[in-house]
């Protein structure tokens, strides 16, 4: 009997164990329901790849015939590198003799002011030596006018004692050739100042208009210097503007069927360089569900048509700008791409779809929100009950 009541017991036992498992993964899946962080992405409608690329158009800038060309279809290039070039030998000399009549005005000018700084110093000694000669000539007269003074009282006193019969005849006459003297030498004096004074003069008219002569010489040779510069800084832009070279690194993207020899027009298209840029994916979204939940900074995938996700993997990226406003029906997106999965060719215009991820939820509340939107969408579409006429009455304030 003994034996019977340990079976009994055990499969009792057993019973009670296998109620637990369901309970505890109730419970497992509860806590999970209630507690775990869901990551919900938004869709795009669709998405796709694209470099953004700046064009440059390279045309001829002259007319002329072209003498060089490296222009070839999809060539990748660099900037500053020569494409073509246009036949500039006129030029060349032109540049060759303005350069030549520049370098030979620098030492006309060197000269030139020069001897201007020795003219405008002998000027200046011519000058003083002028005024110092005048000095000497003013004090000569001064002496010579004293000594006529002097001749002249010596004649009158002289004079009175000859009219007393005093003096005798030659002293007399000595004294008046005395005075006759002195008023020689006087007037020769006065005669010497006006000489010196007007020699003072004239040279220094001369020297002065030796000093604006060689200031209207140096004048011209300046002149003569900005236009061979502007002559040359001309020519030698007219030269590079022959010699065409890539405003870009990148691709020739478009060329023409142009060779050597051929005579271009200014304004003829010979290439374009297409520049790569940066990639970035551009989604449009459904309006009704990404304004005000699509921000820049969130992060994001792509899925890229043509190549299994599960086998290469999705682009990671983060939305960079938003549209306020939609266009068209879709609200655009552009997202930076951040990695990009090996074996995947980085090509332009590549489609596939992007999901942005733009919370994070519980179950239990994504399951409360699908719920309400459930219960919403009937409730809109049911229509109200016709009003009886005592309700439209009323409603008139009839009472």
Same mark, same amino acid.
């Given at each position: 009997?003994f034996p019977r009541t ?5 499969r009792?036992?057993?019973r009670?164990?296998l109620w637990?498992l ?20 938004e869709p ?5 790849l ?6 440059y ?9 072209l003498?060089?060309t ?5 060539r ?14 006129q030029?060349?000399?032109?540049l ?5 009549l520049? *370098?030979?005005? +620098?030492?006309?000018? $060197?000269?030139?002011r020069a001897?201007?700084? #020795? =003219?405008?110093? !002998? @000027?200046?000694a011519? *000058?003083e030596? +002028?005024a110092?000669? $005048? ?5 000569r007269? #001064? =002496?010579?006018e !004293? @000594?006529?003074?002097r001749a002249?009282?010596e004649k009158?006193?002289t ?7 005093l003096v005798?005849?030659s002293?007399?006459n ?6 006759e003297r ?11 100042l ?5 020699d ?8 002065r ?19 061979a ?10 030269l590079?503007?022959r ?6 690194d ?10 050597v020899?051929a ?21 449009q ?10 921000r ?22 983060t ?10 029906g879709m ?9 990009m999965p090996?074996?995947?060719?980085l090509?332009?215009?590549l489609p596939?779809?992007v ?6 939820a519980?179950p ?11 219960m919403e ?11 009886t006429p ?10």
């Amino acid at each position: 009997m003994f034996p019977r009541t340990m079976r009994a017991l055990v499969r009792g036992r057993g019973r009670s164990a296998l109620w637990l498992l369901p309970v505890g993964l109730f419970a497992v899946w509860g806590g999970w329901f209630v507690r775990a962080r869901i990551t919900v992405y938004e869709p795009s409608v669709q998405a796709r790849l694209e470099v953004h690329r700046e064009v440059y158009a390279v045309d001829a800038p002259v007319e002329g015939r072209l003498v060089k060309t490296r222009v070839e279809l999809h060539r990748q290039v660099t900037a500053g590198e020569v494409l073509f070039e246009l036949a500039h030998e006129q030029e060349a000399r032109l540049l060759a003799e303005a350069e030549a009549l520049l *370098q030979g005005v +620098g030492p006309q000018l $060197v000269a030139a002011r020069a001897e201007l700084d #020795a =003219e405008q110093s !002998a @000027l200046v000694a011519q *000058q003083e030596r +002028g005024a110092a000669g $005048v000095d000497e000539a003013r004090a000569r007269l #001064a =002496e010579a006018e !004293a @000594l006529a003074r002097r001749a002249l009282e010596e004649k009158t006193s002289t004079e009175q004692l000859w009219t007393r019969q005093l003096v005798s005849e030659s002293e007399w006459n000595r004294v008046r050739t005395e005075l006759e003297r002195a008023q020689a030498v006087e007037q020769a004096s006065r005669a010497g100042l006006a000489r010196v004074k007007m020699d003072g003069t004239m040279q220094t008219t001369e020297r002065r208009i030796r000093v604006a002569a060689l200031r209207r010489e140096i004048a011209e040779l300046e002149s003569g210097e900005n236009v061979a510069r502007a002559s040359v800084e001309r020519l030698r832009d007219e030269l590079e503007r022959r010699v065409v070279k890539a405003p870009a690194d990148g691709i020739l993207g478009e060329t023409s069927s142009v060779r050597v020899g051929a005579q271009v027009r200014a304004g003829d298209r010979i290439a374009t360089v297409v520049a790569g840029g940066d990639v970035r994916i551009v989604a449009q979204l459904s309006p009704a569900t990404a304004l005000g939940r699509v921000r820049a900074g969130q992060r994001a995938r792509m899925k890229l048509e043509g190549f299994s996700w599960t086998e290469f993997g999705m682009v990671q990226a983060t939305v960079v700008a938003v549209a306020s406003e939609a266009r068209d029906g879709m609200v655009r997106a552009e997202l930076s791409v951040d990695e990009m999965p090996v074996g995947i060719p980085l090509e332009h215009g590549l489609p596939g779809t992007v999901d942005i991820a733009v919370e994070e939820a519980t179950p239990l509340r994504l399951v409360l929100r699908a719920l309400g939107r459930g219960m919403e969408a009937p409730a809109r579409a049911r229509p109200l009950p016709p009003r009886t006429p005592r309700e439209l009455e009323m409603s008139r304030g009839g009472g």
